[in-house]
């Protein structure tokens, strides 16, 4: 079964960089579009970012001019550059990826595993 996995993320410090990816385990999956939430402790899944198939971007107004959504089809894979980083930012994030089963031709979403960013001094 195809899945998306998630790396990057660990401890940083107030002001730091981190760059998350995510990543189609299989090439059966064509990842065209995604999409990175968060989820801080306590609170509800909120949208991050996302990234449509022509590479127009959104961002969330919390972390506009800091993240930045970027994509490599070659490689099935996207990223979230997270810049300036906040002790606000701490949350688990997940990447949604939209795209196509090239086994079947049906388009198909997938969600990744999470990964942790806590932001501390």
């Known amino acids: 079964q195809v899945q998306l996995v998630e790396s990057g993320g660990g401890l940083v410090q107030p002001g730091e960089s981190r760059r998350l990816s995510c990543t189609a385990s299989s090439s059966d999956f064509s990842l065209n579009a995604a999409a990175w939430f968060h989820q801080a402790p306590g609170k509800g899944r909120s949208l991050v970012a996302r990234?449509?198939?022509?590479?127009?971007?959104d961002y969330a107004d919390s972390v506009k001019g800091r993240f930045t959504i970027s994509r490599d089809s070659a490689k099935n894979t996207v990223y979230l550059q997270m810049n300036s980083l906040k002790p606000e930012d701490t949350a688990v994030y997940y990447c949604?990826?939209?795209?196509?089963?090239?086994?079947?031709?049906?388009?198909?979403?997938?969600w990744g595993q999470g990964t942790l960013v806590t932001v501390s001094p």
């Open positions: 990234i449509s198939s022509t590479d127009d971007t």
């Open positions: 949604l990826g939209q795209g196509v089963d090239l086994r079947t031709g049906r388009p198909l979403a997938l």
